[in-house]
């Protein structure tokens, strides 16, 4: 059974930027996995993906938290440079071109940016030291 989570504020990731995470979420055998979204805000809007290229797999950031292209209006893979509209998560230019991006589906509750639709370990679930959400400022 899915919940809602909350990740972090909205006012933590500043507007037109995108923030990752890296969480455990529990898979359908009940196994931990590790589990990297991207979070994107625009204004009071936010949008999140699955942090994996669909050309071959890797994280899109080349460096911790750099998601958009330069001008600050795609998302962009820092392996490959496919280029990714920030609302479809559609690629638009590269290898993958057509492809997409995996969404992630996002809530603002009460200035929470959460996510919802999946089932996530929580922190007294772990037995390990491993946290379930690595976020600057958090």
């Known amino acids: 059974m899915s919940a809602t989570y909350v990740l972090c504020r909205l006012d933590d990731i500043p507007s037109r930027k995108a ?11 009940g196994g931990h996995r ?8 625009w204004g009071r809007q936010v949008v999140g993906y699955v942090n994996r290229c669909p050309h071959n797999g890797v994280h899109l950031d080349w460096e911790r938290n750099q998601f958009l292209d330069p001008d ?7 392996k ?3 280029l990714f509209d920030l609302g479809s998560g559609l690629c638009v230019d590269g290898p993958c071109r057509g492809a997409a991006l995996q969404p992630v589906t ?15 370990v929580e ?5 390990g030291d491993l ?8």
């Open 34 to 41: 590790p589990w990297g979204i991207i979070v994107i805000r």
């Open 131 to 138: 946290p379930p959400c690595e976020h600057e400022g958090v």
């Open 80 to 82: 490959h440079g496919a």
């Open 72 to 78: 600050g209006t795609r998302l962009m893979c820092g």
């Open 106 to 120: 996002l809530s603002v509750e009460d200035g929470d940016i959460c996510v919802t639709g999946v089932t996530l």
């Open 123 to 127: 922190d007294e679930e772990l037995d």
């Open 19 to 29: 923030r990752g995470f890296q969480l455990l979420r529990v898979d359908d055998e």
